[in-house]
Antibody
Framework: EVQLVESGGGLVQPGGSLRLSCAAS????????MSWVRQAPGKGLEWVSV???????YYADSVKGRFTISRDNSKNTLYLQMNSLRAEDTAVYYC???????????WGQGTLVTVSS | QSALTQPASVSGSPGQSITISCTGT?????????VSWYQQHPGKAPKLMIY???NRPSGVSNRFSGSKSGNTASLTISGLQAEDEADYYC??????????FGTGTKVTVL
């Protein structure tokens, strides 16, 4: 059974850093493309970042230069390193898997990141 | 990376059909057959309903269908049911190798 479990969210001050983790089971993260998607309170979905099976990474303009997506194949885990955090980064962060198509077929339960002083 | 444009709300009576539009550009929706649709109930993670414009994942009701014409994709829900009341988002691959979501549509079953 495919499962994605995020962790690492919490309260952080503006300018601070946080690393989110997404532990995968039932499949191999390196065999699919994996993304982070966020949702600010009461707002819509916002695509954040992707890491393709070949290792290429891409980011939304809103986080480029501040966030880094990576994976640890030995731990079958996806990460999102978030630096220079701003109030507008406050959101529930989801990790999601795409199985060769354009659709994210499995999602984690989400982890809340709150950026506030 | 502007969000794809969706109507803020769509409503219909039980049994009716509704259609949600998703308008982008030739650099995203119009340029690739990589449009997907998601259903999200309050407090829940999104659920994939349609991928690659018109394909349904296993387990998704055949009341949900997708299509595309030019820069606009559409999701049609036929035989509207109470449990279809939710937020719906489209998404597209882009020419920058990134993805973009739509602004979201709240579906209300009257």
């Amino acid at each position: 059974e495919v499962q994605l479990v995020e962790s690492g969210g919490g309260l952080v001050q503006p300018g601070g850093s946080l690393r989110l983790s997404c532990a995968a089971s039932g499949f191999t993260v390196s065999s699919n493309y994996m993304s982070w998607v966020r949702q600010a309170p009461g707002k819509g979905l916002e695509w954040v970042s992707v890491i393709y099976s070949g290792g290429s990474t891409y980011y939304a303009d809103s986080v480029k230069g501040r966030f880094t997506i990576s994976r640890d194949n030995s731990k079958n885990t996806l990460y999102l390193q978030m630096n220079s955090l701003r109030a507008e980064d406050t959101a529930v962060y989801y990790c999601a898997r795409a199985d060769g198509s354009s659709g994210y077929d499995y999602w984690g339960q989400g982890t809340l990141v709150t950026v506030s002083s | 990376q502007s969000a794809l444009t969706q109507p803020a709300s769509v409503s219909g009576s039980p049994g009716q059909s509704i259609t949600i539009s998703c308008t982008g550009t030739s650099s995203d929706v119009g340029g690739y057959n990589y449009v997907s649709w998601y259903q999200q109930h309050p407090g829940k993670a999104p659920k994939l309903m349609i991928y690659d414009v018109s394909n349904r994942p296993s387990g998704v009701s055949n009341r949900f269908s997708g299509s595309k014409s030019g820069n606009t994709a559409s999701l049609t829900i036929s035989g509207l049911q109470a449990e279809d009341e939710a937020d719906y988002y489209c998404s597209s691959y882009t020419s920058s190798s990134t993805f973009v979501f739509g602004t979201g549509t709240k579906v209300t079953v009257l």
